[in-house]
């Protein structure tokens, strides 16, 4: 059985929507959960767990579809009451939903931390300080080597990910910014670009050596080509990728357009002993 329920903190009336399977041999109100929110663990960490409370909202739900549908409902309508406070995603599925957010809810995200993080130790007693230090420093003391090294490990891969993720953020932002200003130019500005970049694509083809040449329609052919399946003169098998470029190499230039062009006929589909097959 499932159900939706309601933390709501005693001390400021914030609240958080959740959702939860109901643990055996237990009601939703014998359930001590309060939810997994980001944002208000860290508020239950500030205040204390025995600054909030939990209400039921709906139960004997049976489905996780349903279960999805209604706290996503609930969510809805508390925030349009300027409620649900600590929810941060629209409710759901779950996972990580930190990926769909938008900027703005981002933004609200960091600040809510900002808020419930940054007086947190600073309230704390000298005792408390240090017995927190204290104890941070004994636990990691009594690590094996091996959950040492895999604590290393793990806190790298940490820095690795969430840097590639901020190489990734940045480089859509510079793409999105980057199609803004080139489709809100006016249309003038806009051929102007295109006739540029025409102009430096012909140089840049006419700067290069016939060997040059054909060295980028080989790798573009491999990169980009239709892979086909050739007979030859001889009898071989051939397998290959970019039936022009082929033609090219085998026939010339002269030569390759007809030799495209008969290779790809419908009646034919040979050309000077070379069959290609269908």
């Known amino acids: 059985m499932y159900y939706i329920y309601r933390t709501v903190n005693l001390q400021n009336g914030h609240d958080y929507i959740g ?9 939703p109100l014998e359930d001590n ?16 767990k025995e600054n909030f409370k939990k209400d039921i909202l709906a139960t004997d739900i049976e489905t996780v579809e349903d279960l999805n549908l209604l706290e996503r409902e609930y969510i809805s309508r508390f925030k349009e009451q300027g409620e649900a406070y600590y929810n ?3 409710g759901g599925d779950g996972g990580n939903t930190f990926k769909y957010l938008s900027d703005s809810d981002m933004q609200r995200l960091r600040d809510l931390q900002r808020s419930l993080t940054s007086t947190r130790y600073e309230n704390m007693t000298e005792e408390q300080k240090k017995a927190r230090i204290d104890k941070m420093l004994a636990t990691k003391a009594s690590w ?3 959950k040492r090294e895999a ?7 940490k820095r690795k990910l969430a840097a590639s993720m901020k190489s990734e953020k940045d480089e859509l932002v510079r793409k999105q910014k980057f199609l803004e200003t080139w ?9 102007q670009r295109k ?8 140089r840049y083809e006419a700067s290069l050596t ?5 060295e980028r329609r080989h790798n573009l052919s491999n990169k980009l080509g239709k892979e086909y399946s050739l007979i030859s003169p001889k009898g071989e098998l051939l397998h290959i990728k970019g039936l022009q470029n082929f033609c090219r190499e085998t026939f010339g230039d002269a030569e390759a357009r007809l030799a495209v062009s008969r290779l790809k006929s419908c009646k034919a589909a040979e050309y000077k002993g070379y069959k290609l097959l269908k």
Do not use: H, M
């Not at 959960?33 to 204390?48: C, D, F, T, V």
């Not at 006739?195 to 012909?202: G, Y």
């Open 19 to 27: 959702k939860r399977k109901c643990p055996l041999n237990k009601t």
């Open 33 to 48: 959960y309060l939810g997994s929110g980001k944002a208000l663990q860290l508020a239950i960490q500030k205040y204390g």
């Open 88 to 90: 941060i995603a629209s």
């Open 144 to 146: 094996s080597p091996e």
């Open 151 to 157: 604590y290393i490990k793990s806190q790298s891969e």
């Open 183 to 191: 489709y809100t130019a006016p249309l003038d500005v806009q051929q």
């Open 195 to 202: 006739d540029n970049n025409r102009s430096a694509r012909l």
């Open 210 to 214: 016939e060997d040059q040449r054909r």
